[in-house]
């Protein structure tokens, strides 16, 4: 039986709405969903959304504590179907470029690309450095995928809730997660 589980990580950069949106979309695709958000997520959150903490967790099925390296998402024989991290902070694609796993989030990440899994980063920064595209590439190297949240005009969306909910769509189509009505090109 195929483990339908997916890691979902949110760290401190602009765009929250692209984690929930990632969660709620994995939930009516009956995917399970472990969370991981850092304090700067936390902080964000705060910023960018009316949700509390709690609201958050609730929307995943499992919820980690960044410090707890320990947690079942640390280790490869934990199976999953991958993971996204949405929003991705510069520091923190830094980080799994760098294979510093000094966080649950980072070390999540680091063994989904150790075990060969898709590992999916909605990278939220512009313009950016050379040191930002050489951090994009060593991930990309190392088998992740850069994936910012560029909004796609092709299918004529009239809401940023229907941008959002695109980029999310596709990211998780990334992991072979198929989500239901899903508006898509030529269908």
Known sequence: METRRLVVGISGATGLV?????????????????????PAGQQTRAYETDLTARDLAAMADVVHRPADI???????SFRTMGMI???????????????????LLTRAADVTLKERRRLVLLVRETPL???HLRAMT???????????PVPAFYLRPRTVEELVEHT???????????VPDLPRWGE
């Open 85 to 103: 991290v949405a929003p991705c902070s510069i520091r923190t694609l830094s980080a799994i470029a760098h294979a510093n796993g000094d966080n």
């Open 168 to 178: 999310a769509g596709r990211a998780l189509d990334l992991l072979g997660i198929d």
């Open 18 to 38: 692209y984690g929930t949106r990632v969660l709620e979309l994995a939930r009516k695709a009956g995917v399970e969903t472990h969370l991981v958000v850092t």
């Open 129 to 131: 450095t050379l040191g």
């Open 70 to 76: 320990g947690a079942a998402i640390a280790s490869g």
């Open 138 to 148: 060593a991930v990309t190297e190392s088998g992740g995928i850069v994936m910012p």
